[in-house]
């Protein structure tokens, strides 16, 4: 992983991560790959103590917004802590890994991809918005 990457704050005033790094990206919009997974990093102090962490993840592209449908398997950011375990406490520095599968049937479309990590509650613990791509593999 390389330096960290520019990211905006999400809507609402959520807790902004202290650094996101996307692998193979250091300047936006990121290449998502289609048939790979796009492989991000995030610092961020939790705000407060959560025993369960989740990952949502909406997508904005040609004015439409969605949820990005994660598998439950990445959905639960507790698996995904790289220097830490659920439960999680207040002011604890925690790295997470999101593995997010590009699918080959995305259309090729410039996105803004906005992922939020929360508790049980739904309260948020850090979000960030990332502007990206959809692009083709490349042909070896």
Do not use: H, K
Not at 15 to 39: F, H, K, M
Not at 84 to 90: E, K, L, M
């Amino acid at each position: 992983m390389g330096a960290g990457v520019a990211t905006r704050a999400c809507s609402g005033g959520r807790p902004i991560p202290t650094e996101v790094r996307v692998e193979g990206c250091t300047v936006p919009p990121c290449d998502l790959v289609r048939g790979s997974d796009a492989i991000m990093d995030m610092d961020f102090t939790a705000p407060f103590a959560a025993a369960n962490l989740r990952t949502e993840v909406v997508a904005t592209a040609l004015g439409v917004t969605a949820p990005f449908e994660l598998p439950a398997d990445r959905a639960a950011a507790c698996n995904w802590l790289l220097n830490a375990q659920c439960p999680v406490s207040a002011n604890e520095d925690i790295t997470y890994r999101l593995s997010m599968p590009v699918l080959l049937i995305y259309p090729r479309v410039s996105l803004t991809v906005e992922v939020n990590l929360v508790d049980d509650a739904g309260q948020s613990l850090a979000c960030f918005m990332l502007d990206a791509r959809v692009v083709s593999g490349r042909v070896v």
